[in-house]
Each structure stands twice: as structure tokens, then as C-alpha cells.
């Protein structure tokens, strides 16, 4: 029987960073992971670099350049004609990106000296695991029992299913089957109004699809800052997107050329008919095959592993990181959780600040977020103040022709520590950073002001929102 100090379940950005990081602290590591890409060979990497953050990454910016050749370059003086889209191409491109980074994975392995095992891993108590192979592209295969002194869960998350919204694969479809679209659909709904389905309906959308997002709340975005989250929803309307709030999806039954949608709002049942319906009702954890109940492992009522603040579970040695447990699912909160672990069972110090995980949703404007909302604030009974600064009075932003979104800091009210950092605009994903760094250091919003950002920039917003604290903004 073999036998290792740690062996990780699962090869997604919590599973493979948690065992990079064993091996460099002397641990002999093992990672099991099943994952099967479409040629049917293995590949690391999980759902993030397989079928989602990567591959949607790569048609947001196809179908961005796209958009801005169609609608935008005329205004610089750049005039197309006979610009069209070759879908193929697209998909091999964004294939080609996935190809590249799953195997730098597998390369990161080799080089760190950790063994890859291509296979189902199966927890069978607190020291052992049962290892099935991959055989020949199959799943199953006669299982191996491995040793190891420390098990790290890392199943990631599955799109949530809904019984009434049956997925057939080609009119009917979740986030995967959104991204292999052949053809832009004439008619596309999305069914959920989260981070997924507001992506991949802005990649179709931009492409020329017409698409309704059906929400059944009331609310758009409520996790986002509600003055974004609004300035949000008119940009993302303005550019084609049917946002339908307070829309319940009943029903949708595909037949050979369409799929009908039954939906009930407040003018009462509907059926609607689209080309192509995309599920975005959210992600549940994946403890599928890991046996569970045998092996003893908790689960909260919603079916996450439950763990500690050091990702430990009630079973001795066994950890989970990631999707699979509470918190946000993001694969940077899961690739910092498994380092966390990594670190622990060396003995080493390891931390985790969850109160600093930066959010990004990638729509152009893009939304990016750290710590508190305002809302969020007034509900506790937090007394703060708060500085925003729009994008249309920065310089970089007009010269850019990107004028929509704004930056808004909050801060506490008695000692100015910087509480929360919302950004609506372009590259606010990149521009998030430096708000997490400065909460990381328990920065005040006069830190910000104080700090000389170069000109012209787009983080001379974040500049100018943090001089808005204290009502000293200079271009507004």
C-alpha cells in the first residue's frame, strides 16, 4: 500500500495549489483528481480552468472586442467593414487557453515532484483513501488503497440542478454547455441573475444574441453595493440585456427548434420562447462518490463539508478547502484556504482573512467589491461615511472613451479604517487590489488620499473617492 504525508482530493485551484504548496514544504504529496476533458484525457485544474473561469475569461474578451469593433472604434476614427464573427475560431481559441494552463498545471506537478493520480479518490476513513485509475479514458477502474498521514478535501462545486428545468445538453443547458455554443443563438434566456448567468449573457449578447435574463427576486445583485448594483443594471439594459426582475421560471420544455419557457410575473403566467436556455441557478458542493456517510464526515443542511477556521473537519487529518465548504465560491479564496492547510500541517503559521476576499463579476463595466456594503452596514447599525467618485471625471477613463461606473469607499465613522471598496468600471478587477492591500494593512481612507497615484490613470478614481470621505474630492 502506498503511502504519503498528504494526499489531495481533487485537482482544481484549491486542490492543486494545496499540493504544490505540501510538496515545497518537504511533503511527499499526492493529488488524485478525475477530471476528463473533451478528448477524454485527463486535466488538471477542476471546473475553474476547465469550464469556467478560464474559458468564460476568454469569450468575455473575444466577444468585448467584438462589441467594441461593431459599436465603439467608429468614435475613435477607426472604421471596419465586413467585420464578422467566426464562431469556430472563437471556441478553438478559448480551447487552446484552457489546453495551455491545464498543462502548466500538470508541469507545476512535475516540477514540484507531485504524484498525479488520474482517477476517482474515495475517502475511506482518516488515514485512507481508495484510488480508482482512469483506465483508458473509463471512470472506473479496480481501486487501490493509498495511506496518507493528512487528507485534503478539494471536490470543488457542481451547477445546481432544478427538476423543472431539465438540462438535455444542446437547447437546454448550464454554464458548460453555454460555453460551446456553434452558432450564436437568435434567442437566448438565462434563468438566474448571478455572476454565471450575467457573463455568459453578456458574451452571447455581444455577439448578437438577444438575451433575457429571468431573476426571481426583486432585487438585482443584492450582494453587491446597491448604488452599483443599480448603476449596474442600467449599463448592462442599456446594452441590450432584458433584465426581468421578480420573474419566476415555472418550466422549460425543449423540442426540436425551440424551448418554451413558462415564467410567472407580475402580469401573471407567461410561456415564452427561446432559441436557448441557459441555468445559472447557482453551484452546490461536490461530495458526490466521496463517501461520506461511511467515512463519518459531517455536512451542514446545505450539504457543505463542515469545517473550522483552519479548514479542518471532525475527522482527524482530513481538511476541505474551497467550494466544497462555507464561504464564497472563488477559486482565489480556495487556492488561499489550500496553502492555509498546507502551511498548518507543516507547522508552520497560516492565516486567513476572510474578511478581505475581493469579488469580481466580469460584464464590461466589470464589478469588483471588498469587504462591506453599504447596505450591509446600516443594517448592522455601523455609523461610517463614504466617498465616490464617477468615472466620467477621470481623465484616463474619457481619453479611453469608458466613461460608465464609479468608485465608492466607506469608512468607518469614529477612526476612518477603510470598511469596504466597490468599483464599478474598467479593469475593476485589477484595480480591487490595491482596496485589499489597504485593508490588509487596516488602512484609513486618508492612507488612500494621501498616496500619489500616477496621472492619468484609472486609480486616480480610487484616489479621488478617498479624498470624497472627507468631502475634499478635487474634480468633482
Known amino acids: 500500500m502506498d503511502h504519503y504525508d498528504v494526499v489531495v482530493i481533487g485537482g482544481g485551484p484549491g486542490g492543486y495549489v494545496a499540493a504544490i504548496r505540501c510538496a515545497q514544504l518537504g511533503l511527499e504529496t499526492a493529488c488524485i483528481d478525475k477530471w476528463l476533458g473533451p478528448d477524454d484525457k485527463p486535466a488538471l485544474g477542476g471546473t475553474c480552468l ?20 461593431q459599436h465603439e472604434f467608429a468614435d475613435h476614427g477607426i472604421n471596419t467593414k465586413g467585420v464578422s464573427l467566426d464562431v469556430a475560431q472563437m471556441l478553438s481559441r478559448k480551447d487552446e487557453v484552457v489546453k495551455s494552463l491545464t498543462g502548466g498545471v500538470a508541469a507545476l506537478f512535475a516540477k514540484n515532484k507531485v504524484s498525479w493520480l488520474q482517477g476517482h479518490g474515495k475517502l475511506m476513513g482518516e488515514k485512507q483513501v481508495e484510488f480508482s485509475p482512469h483506465i483508458k479514458g473509463k471512470r472506473k477502474a479496480k481501486p487501490e488503497m493509498i495511506e496518507a498521514d493528512n487528507i485534503i478535501i478539494a471536490t470543488g462545486s457542481v451547477p445546481r440542478a432544478v427538476d423543472s428545468l431539465p438540462l438535455d445538453g444542446k437547447r437546454i443547458v448550464d454554464s458548460t454547455g453555454a460555453l460551446d455554443f456553434t452558432e450564436v443563438p437568435k434567442s437566448l434566456a438565462v434563468i438566474g441573475g448571478g455572476v454565471i448567468g450575467l457573463e455568459l449573457g453578456s458574451v452571447w449578447s455581444r455577439l448578437g444574441a438577444e438575451v433575457s435574463v429571468l431573476i426571481r427576486r426583486d432585487e438585482f445583485l443584492p450582494a453587491v453595493d446597491q448604488q452599483l448594483a443599480n448603476a449596474a443594471f442600467k449599463e448592462l439594459a442599456s446594452q441590450g440585456l432584458d433584465i426581468r426582475l421578480a420573474t419566476k421560471t415555472i418550466a422549460a420544455k425543449a423540442t426540436g427548434r425551440h424551448v418554451t419557457v413558462t415564467i410567472e410575473d407580475n402580469d401573471g403566467e407567461q410561456q415564452l420562447k427561446f432559441d436557448k436556455v441557459l441555468v445559472a441557478t447557482g453551484r452546490s458542493p461536490n461530495t458526490e462518490g466521496l463517501n461520506v456517510a461511511e467515512a463519518g464526515l459531517e455536512l451542514d443542511e446545505r450539504g457543505f463539508i463542515i469545517v473550522d477556521e483552519m479548514c479542518r473537519t471532525n475527522l482527524s487529518g482530513v481538511y476541505a478547502v474551497g467550494d466544497v465548504v462555507r464561504g464564497p465560491m472563488l477559486a482565489h479564496k480556495a ?57 466620467m471625471a477621470n481623465g484616463r477613463a474619457r481619453a479611453m472613451g469608458d466613461l460608465a461606473g464609479m468608485v465608492k469607499i466607506i469608512s468607518d465613522a469614529k477612526d476612518d479604517t477603510i470598511l469596504g471598496v466597490h468599483i464599478m468600471g474598467p479593469n475593476a478587477s485589477e484595480m480591487i487590489a490595491e482596496a485589499v492591500l489597504a485593508m490588509e494593512f487596516s488602512a484609513s481612507s486618508e492612507d488612500l488620499a494621501r498616496t500619489i497615484h500616477a496621472h492619468p490613470t484609472m486609480s486616480e478614481a480610487m484616489h479621488e473617492a478617498a479624498l470624497g470621505v472627507e468631502k475634499r474630492s478635487l474634480h468633482i
Do not use: M
Not at 473561469?53 to 469593433?69: E, F, G, V, W
Not at 474578511?355 to 463595466?365: D, E, M, N, S
Open 50 to 69: 476547465n469550464v469556467g473561469c478560464i474559458p468564460s475569461k476568454a469569450l468575455l474578451d473575444t466577444s468585448h472586442h467584438y462589441h467594441r469593433l
Open 335 to 391: 487556492s488561499e484556504e489550500g496553502v492555509a492547510v498546507a502551511e498548518h500541517i507543516a507547522g508552520e503559521f497560516s492565516h486567513i482573512n476572510y474578511a478581505t476576499i475581493p469579488w469580481v463579476i466580469y460584464t464590461w463595466p466589470e464589478i469588483a467589491w471588498v469587504g462591506k456594503t453599504s447596505q450591509e452596514l446600516n443594517k448592522s447599525g455601523v455609523d461610517f461615511k463614504e466617498g465616490v467618485f464617477p468615472f
